[in-house]
């Protein structure tokens, strides 16, 4: 299994957000957001944090990280 990362673009943005398929994941995942977690929602995360990044495996995008303070 090869996992690869890369900073994130914007096509990743509606893929990151089919992540969570309940309110439980996505309080896993953004605790602020509300579910279901929303284009507008995420880009604004991207926006006020750092180095947002996605892992791939194959190609596909199968995870999402970021920092904030």
């Known amino acids: 299994m090869l996992l690869t990362h890369r900073p994130?673009?914007?096509r990743?943005?509606?893929i990151v957000c089919?992540?969570?398929q309940n309110e439980d994941e996505l309080?896993?995942?953004f605790p602020k957001?509300?579910?279901p977690l929303a284009l507008?929602?995420?880009q604004e995360a991207i926006?006020?944090?750092s180095d947002s990044t996605v892992v791939e495996l194959r190609g596909a995008v199968v995870a999402f990280a970021n920092f904030y303070r």
């Open 27 to 29: 309080f896993s995942l």
């Open 18 to 20: 089919g992540f969570p």
């Open 12 to 14: 990743d943005i509606r």
């Open 33 to 35: 957001a509300a579910f």
């Open 47 to 49: 926006a006020q944090r």
């Open 8 to 10: 994130v673009e914007e």
């Open 40 to 42: 507008p929602q995420l």
